[in-house]
């Protein structure tokens, strides 16, 4: 029945100009406003849309909620290191100096949007 149809997800942050800094700035993606709906932010992540919308109670997720396929991971996590972005470490991980697991499976590093949203960047 929706096979056919083009999904989209969407997560909730709590501040739109924070979010709209980060995602804009420190990861380069361009981020558009909802003019017609305050509060709500359309990220075009290669092509494909990723809604945010803010809400006055958000918590953030504690599960990865939007992963970037990426050619070369040390590259991207030190550009985007030097861009601000800080890289979680997990005790439970096998991560290297960068915050990169590698563990086994992909490699991949996980970091925070500003709504404490979880992200990561994994090599493809």
């Known amino acids: 029945m929706l ?10 942050i709590d501040d739109v100009d924070a979010a709209t800094r980060f995602y804009g700035t420190a990861l380069g993606l361009r981020v558009l406003p ?4 305050p509060g709500i932010l359309e ?3 290669g092509g494909r849309g990723v809604l945010l919308y803010a809400k ?11 992963n970037f396929p990426v050619v ?4 991207t996590v030190r550009g985007l290191a030097e861009r601000g ?3 979680e ?5 096998d991560q290297d100096d960068l915050g990169i697991h590698r563990g086994g499976g992909p490699l991949i590093a996980w970091f925070t949007d500003p709504a404490g949203n979880v992200l990561s ?3 493809v």
């Open 34 to 37: 909802d003019d017609a709906m």
């Open 56 to 66: 006055d109670d958000h918590v953030p997720a504690t599960f990865t909620v939007l």
């Open 43 to 45: 990220l075009d992540a």
């Open 3 to 12: 096979r056919h149809s083009a999904a989209f997800s969407g997560y909730s």
């Open 85 to 87: 972005v800080t890289f």
């Open 121 to 123: 960047v994994m090599e």
């Open 72 to 75: 070369d991971i040390e590259a």
């Open 89 to 93: 470490r997990y005790d439970a991980m």
